[in-house]
């Protein structure tokens, strides 16, 4: 599998949000300002499907711009993201005056709801969902597996019983990271060097981070930046290159 990484940081950097393109085919997650650099360094003409993790704005804002451009070509999408995730675009289109769009929407575009424990297979992948625990939101982490390799992708979260099942399941994951003490909303640098010393199956890249965070980070735990692609392959074991 192709992993892209179009942004690894949070809101409060100059750096792109997090935000992933899987094969060339998934979007997974559309943060604020990442349009721009999607755009115009990658080709949308194969995305297939979006996963938006939950609906804050460094994780959805940017969708309505992508919608633009797979409408000019009528293209079939789906989305997995929460509930009600519909009602909020064509809010969003009024907002921003681009209400055209319901029509692509309406036409062109299937919606999956996001569950705790639901598996979909959407050829040729197989995406089981976990909820998260990210204060009290919404808010989902994904395993995706294709070609004998699952890679996890966390979503914003704490330490929770989710995250340890997605770090069970995945031969690699991203992970949120953001915060420099334990709270309710991200996990901590201490709480993810623990689970990187505990769960050795699991290659993990820290993500979603503040500059301190990677400044403590780069020291102690490989990093994936903005614009790196991973090439993730099962041999005999998961090779990463
Ligand atoms: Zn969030």
Not at 33 to 39: P, Q, R
Not at 49 to 54: A, K, R, V, W
Not at 171 to 197: G, P, T, W
Request: aromatic fraction near 10%; hydrophobic fraction near 40%.
């Amino acid at each position: 599998m192709k992993v892209t990484a179009v942004g690894t940081m949070c809101s409060w950097t100059i750096e792109l949000s997090t935000s992933f393109i899987i094969n060339d085919e998934i979007i997974f997650d559309t943060p604020q300002g990442s349009f721009k650099t999607i755009y115009n360094n990658y080709d949308l003409s194969n995305i297939k499907f979006i996963i938006i993790s939950h609906f804050h704005s460094d994780h959805f804002m940017d969708i309505h711009l992508i919608l633009e451009i797979l409408r000019k070509t009528e293209q079939n999408i789906t989305i997995i993201a929460p509930k009600g995730c519909k009602e909020r675009l064509f809010t969003m289109f009024k907002i921003v005056e681009v209400s055209y769009l319901e029509d692509y929407v309406n036409n062109f575009v299937t919606f999956i709801e996001c569950e705790n424990g639901k598996t979909i297979n959407l050829s040729p992948y197989k995406i089981k969902i976990y909820k998260m625990e990210h204060k009290n939101l919404d808010a989902y982490g994904f395993v995706i597996e294709n070609d004998g390799v699952k890679i996890g992708f966390s979503g914003d979260n704490c330490a929770c019983n989710s995250l340890i099942k997605i770090l069970r399941k995945s031969d690699v994951a991203f992970i949120d990271c953001a915060s420099l003490e334990q709270n309710n909303k991200h996990l901590s640098i201490d709480e993810f060097l623990k689970l990187k010393e505990e769960y050795k199956n699991v290659k993990l890249y820290p993500i979603h981070l503040t500059h301190k965070v990677k400044n403590i980070l780069e020291e102690k735990t490989e990093l994936i930046n903005q614009g790196q692609t991973l090439n993730i392959i099962k041999d005999d074991n998961i090779v990463i290159n």
